[in-house]
């Protein structure tokens, strides 16, 4: 028999920025390696409580021949003779969504959805945690991760799963939207175990979001002669001497700040920050 994923999640969607995704949290060792599935312009999936990890890859199968949502959902349940005892969102390139929870899911299970996002939960406190996953979906704004990680709090502070926190997930998926373009992922973070996970998990995003998120280039610093000689400056404390731009990429590559550079003409004021800090 699968492991019980006891857990709540969202599968969503975010039509306009392009992007597909999912969220998570359960009392259950490292649920991001079993509940979260996304491919961009296909959809993404959830799959918990006695969990079929088969769902994922099959489903994401159904969705790029293009099967709706909720027939992907009847198909993958019709075929599980386990059906009874899973847990099942998707979500697919249309934005349309379907949950199943199976009869034998442990209470409180259930789900609710709505255009872009299929949120379900079990061994929840009640189901006002679902509620509050589809509620602050509904009324959110901002990216498509930083929904999400609402949405998970929203869950928590609703009641979450009954049996406490341990792990937690974030997946967002848009193509050519990862790692210098050459990556479909746009953020995979994962808290294997932790006492409180969602923080824990808020924390790694922010850490991401400084080492590759992008600050709008109207908002970037012109490299005046000032500026220059104050980049000179601190590289060199660091051990970056030599010819401005050689030096400043190589101490970008070194802290992993390499995706926020773009020569020195101009600075972005995170990385700004960062040099200013570390010198």
């Given at each position: ?51 079929n ?17 909720e027939e992907?959902?009847?198909?993958l ?27 034998e ?23 006002e ?26 869950a928590?502070a ?5 049996r ?27 808290v ?22 992008e600050?709008p280039?109207?908002?970037?610093l ?13 590289l ?21 700040l ?22």
């Amino acid at each position: 028999m699968a492991e019980l994923v006891s857990t709540y999640s969202i599968a969503a969607c975010d039509l306009g920025a392009s992007q597909w995704g999912v969220a998570t949290q359960s009392k259950f060792l490292s649920v991001g390696a079993v509940v979260p599935w996304a491919e961009p312009y296909v959809g993404a999936i959830a799959t918990q409580a006695y969990a079929n990890p088969r769902y994922g890859p099959e489903g994401l199968s159904l969705l790029r021949e293009g099967v709706p949502a909720e027939e992907v959902v009847a198909r993958l349940t019709a075929a599980d003779a386990g059906r009874d005892q899973r847990q099942l969102g998707v979500v697919d390139s249309e934005g349309r969504s379907a949950s199943f929870t199976g009869a034998e899911c442990l209470d409180w299970a259930g789900g609710r959805t709505g255009p872009c996002y299929a949120a379900q939960g079990n061994i929840l406190v009640s189901a006002e945690t679902v509620d509050a996953i589809a509620e602050t979906f509904e009324r959110s704004s901002g990216t498509l991760a930083e929904r999400l990680l609402d949405c998970l709090d929203a869950a928590q502070a609703a009641g979450g799963d009954r049996r406490g926190q341990q792990s937690a997930a974030l997946l967002v998926v848009e193509q050519d939207g990862g790692y210098a373009k050459l990556s479909d992922t746009v953020v995979e973070l994962r808290v294997e175990d932790h006492g409180r996970p969602l923080e824990e998990l808020r924390r790694l995003y922010r850490l991401h979001e400084a080492l590759f998120g992008e600050t709008p280039r109207e908002e970037w610093l012109a490299v005046d002669r000032a500026l220059a000689s104050e980049l000179r400056e601190r590289l060199a404390k660091l051990g970056y001497d030599g010819e401005l731009e050689e030096a400043f990429n190589r101490w970008a590559g070194n802290v992993n700040l390499e995706e926020r550079v773009d020569g020195v003409a101009e600075i972005d004021p995170v990385v700004l920050e960062e040099l200013r800090e570390l010198s």
